[in-house]
């Protein structure tokens, strides 16, 4: 598949980050306005599974989409090192997102002096 751009896109991943990113909502929504206590239904514990879904999609997509690139280096004749960079590249600034957030959660958790 073709966009406007010319670049080459599997529509599928896009798809894929869009139905997570809605189950996301999904569960985030239907807990925030739910009273509590409606939360021992079986419809609230459905959509809390269901919520629990999104971080293991965006993991696989994570893994696909690596793969993808190291495919893509491979066909363009760069070295292994090279491969090895662009990829830690890459996965440099999921990580580093990854531990700032988790910073940011662990400071806004602490009592206030």
């Not at 997570?20 to 079986?42: N, P």
């Not at 919520?51 to 190291?70: E, S, Y």
């Amino acid at each position: 598949m073709q966009t406007k751009s010319g670049t080459y896109r599997l529509q599928y991943l896009d798809w894929l980050r869009g139905v997570g990113a809605i189950i996301m909502l999904q569960g985030h929504v239907f807990d925030s306005f739910l009273r509590t206590d409606q939360r021992t239904g079986s419809a609230f514990v459905f959509s809390q599974f269901l919520g629990g879904m999104p971080p293991a999609i965006f993991l696989f997509l994570t893994g696909v989409t690596l793969a993808f690139l190291m495919d893509s280096t491979e066909r363009k004749g760069l070295t292994p090192v090279r491969r090895l960079s662009t990829v830690f590249g890459r996965s440099g600034y999921l990580i580093l997102v990854a531990f700032a957030f988790r910073v940011q959660l662990w400071l806004f958790s602490s009592p206030a002096p």
